[in-house]
């Protein structure tokens, strides 16, 4: 096959680390190449370089049978490489055609934009990928799922040789990956090449050809998709075997001891009627879409969304939580799906994040903070979580995805809760970051906390939940019983298309 890049002996360091250590890749024309590792293993880096954003230590880049050098994205992209970071670019107080034809608008008299032109060219391109949208509409009132598309459309306008696509998935819907897959296969049968980044090991056999594995800045693996399997590819990637990706559970919970009791939660045109039980120790799953309601429920029950009418109980007595501070009072933590956004403070230092919600438990009479305490129990929780850092003095911000997780995690843990509602818990997180975060949850489980896992994964559900409740706009359509798991059974509630045997009603009139 016609090799359409040949990126020889990258090296990329930074002061104090070796991020890209000689990798060497080829790249065929129309194939699609699934670069997968660890948050920390290179493969930011490795893209930076042959997208243009950063210059190597040393590289020799062919594209095309050309020789080439970049100083810039802007270089990169008029050569033929274009890369969709996880970042979006997007402006949202543009148009849509606005955006997918920025700097690059048709010119009519006078040098002004051709309007009429530029809308005519988007709704073909629109049209082209099967996208039922107006080009004039802005980009502030799409979906994250429809900018995150459209992010993707905006690269492959400058019809680029290799596009590479970073976490393409993260925010899409099942029906937008379907969309986004069949795109990607069209464009590869035009002769598009990709490389394609991922940390959902299910889409490397979905969508790839071949597979690159990186750790530690090396290449630790390059096979073809159909040559190894999953637990193959998490070998590579972690250098040990996870026998268990989804973890033990110790201790079952409790069948009889409710520790948390939600009814008649309800707040207009988001979800109606919501009824739930939390058993102690138990884990117990939201399933829906992107939309279906199941954040905005976990948010009202935390008191960081309103709600308009519902009571919540807590070992059987009514409390009034209307804020995050009657939340952490009560011990009902609450993990957001966006730690960079709501979670955490990127810019302060790992152990303030991780004492933020319990400060009070370290400061003394007269309001002074005893670090000598602190720093106990930071050092401590570093070692439990087991978050790789070089000092707990190290900014949240310089720390890989998976362990700004972890440090997440062990921030809620510290005020010791009842109850744990975790949104997306391993969203963006490397597989063996994963494997560490679902053994977290089921230890707390086991501990009798009660937790609520929120996630749009059906895998992910399925390996470490006791019970899943199935959301389709704003309701709850059914619940799942352990025994009865199944990605179709679920996945059929979610969709709305058919009702569980036992109704909502009947599931939390227990």
């Not at 880096?45 to 080439?68: H, M």
């Not at 489980?445 to 992910?460: D, H, N, Q, T, Y």
């Amino acid at each position: 096959m016609e090799i359409i890049l040949d990126a020889r002996n990258i090296s990329k360091s930074f002061p104090g680390v070796l991020a890209v250590d000689n990798i060497s890749l080829k790249l065929c024309k129309g194939e699609i190449l699934a670069l997968i590792g660890e948050n920390g293993a290179g493969k930011s880096t490795l893209i930076n370089v042959l997208g243009g954003v950063q210059k190597p230590d040393r590289a020799q880049i062919i594209l095309n049978g050309q020789s080439v050098t970049f100083s810039s994205s802007d270089q990169a992209i008029r050569a033929g490489i274009s890369v969709v970071f996880q970042e979006l670019s997007l402006v949202d107080g543009l148009s849509i055609a606005e955006n997918i034809f920025a700097n690059r608008q048709p010119i009519g008299m006078l040098n002004k934009i051709n309007w009429r032109q530029l809308y005519q060219q988007t709704q073909e391109f629109l049209e082209k990928f099967n996208l039922e949208l107006n080009p004039r509409t802005l980009v502030k009132n799409l979906t994250m799922g429809q900018k995150q598309i459209l992010e993707i459309l905006k690269a492959t306008s400058t019809s680029p040789k290799v596009l590479i696509l970073d976490e393409p998935t993260s925010a899409l819907t099942e029906r937008e990956i379907k969309c986004l897959f069949e795109n990607i296969r069209m464009l590869r049968k035009q002769g598009m090449s990709f490389i394609y980044i991922t940390h959902k090991l299910s889409e490397v056999f979905q969508i790839a050809d071949r597979v690159m594995v990186m750790r530690d800045g090396k290449k630790s693996g390059n096979e073809r998709v159909n040559n190894v399997s999953e637990n193959d590819l998490i070998s590579m990637m972690v250098g040990r075997k996870i026998k268990n990706l989804y973890g033990i559970r110790g201790s079952a919970f409790s069948e009889t001891e409710t520790v948390l009791r939600v009814v008649g939660l309800n707040r207009k045109n988001v979800f109606e009627d919501v009824n739930l039980e939390l058993r102690k120790g138990e884990i117990l799953g939201f399933a829906g879409l992107i939309g279906a309601g199941r954040t905005e429920v976990g948010r009202a029950i935390v008191g960081v969304d309103p709600k308009d009418s519902g009571h919540i109980y807590l070992d059987g007595k009514e409390v009034h939580i209307n804020n995050s501070k009657d939340a952490i009072i009560h011990k009902i933590a609450y993990l957001t799906e966006d730690r960079k956004k709501d979670g955490l403070f990127e810019g302060m230092a790992l152990s303030n994040n991780i004492i933020a919600p319990s400060i009070e438990n370290y400061t003394s009479v007269i309001g002074f903070l005893d670090r000598k305490r602190i720093n106990r129990y930071v050092e401590s929780s570093v070692l439990e979580f087991g978050i790789t850092t070089t000092s707990i003095m190290k900014k949240v911000l310089y720390l890989s995805g998976g362990n700004q997780q972890k440090v997440l995690v062990a921030m809620w843990m510290s005020i010791q809760p009842r109850v744990i509602i975790f949104d997306d818990p391993t969203r963006g997180v490397d597989v063996g970051s994963k494997a560490d975060i679902y053994q977290i949850l089921k230890d707390s489980a086991s501990r009798g906390v009660g937790i609520i896992m929120i996630s749009s994964e059906l895998p992910e559900l399925i390996g470490v939940c006791d019970r899943i409740l199935a959301f389709h706009h704003g309701r709850i359509m059914g619940e799942v019983l352990h025994k009865d798991f199944s990605e179709e059974r679920i996945m059929a509630l979610v969709a709305g298309i058919v009702n569980a045997e036992r109704s909502q009603s009947t599931s939390s009139a227990r």
